[in-house]
């Protein structure tokens, strides 16, 4: 097996290659809904990097830095997920490291992320990441 290398995923062809581990998180999403929201979203500062072995993405992530009053420069994590069929294998924590050092990079103070409350295997990742649970996310629908 050969070393994970992680990427930003730039073209059409690589958010393609990520659909099967994306849809994972996001099943409601279509390949070219993934593709088309990718392009939309680039537009807010949207990134997609991924974590590929032997040239197959096992890892997606999807962020951008935002700034808010309350934090100033931050990461934010919009998707996070690791392949069904290798999770446990280290992507998902090699991949938050790769988050992490952007993060630094970035001069963000810090890194933030939502979660399905039902998500509690992801929570479980998170803490061992040193996340820590800070405020409730609330929502309404429009209608």
């Keep these: 097996m050969n070393t994970p290398v992680i990427g930003h995923a730039e073209t059409d062809a690589d958010i393609r290659a990520c659909f099967p581990v994306m849809s994972q998180l996001r099943p409601h999403v279509s390949e070219n809904e993934l593709l088309a929201a990718v392009q939309r979203m680039r537009g807010e500062g949207y990134k997609v990097v991924a974590l590929s072995v032997d040239g197959k993405v096992e890892a997606v992530a999807g962020y951008r830095i935002i700034e808010m ?8 994590i919009d998707d996070l997920v690791t392949s069904d069929a290798t ?10 490291d ?3 050092q952007e993060a630094r990079h970035q001069g963000c103070s810090v890194i933030e992320l939502d ?3 039902h998500r ?3 929570h479980r990742f998170y803490f061992r990441q040193r996340m820590h649970i800070l405020a409730f ?3 309404m629908a429009v209608t």
Aim: glycine fraction near 10%; hydrophobic fraction near 35%.
């Design 69 to 76: 009053l309350r934090t100033g420069s931050m990461l934010e």
């Design 87 to 96: 999770r446990s294998k280290g992507y998902g924590r090699q991949l938050f």
């Design 98 to 100: 790769w988050i992490h």
């Design 115 to 117: 979660s399905s409350v």
């Design 120 to 122: 509690v295997d992801a």
């Design 137 to 139: 996310h609330f929502s």
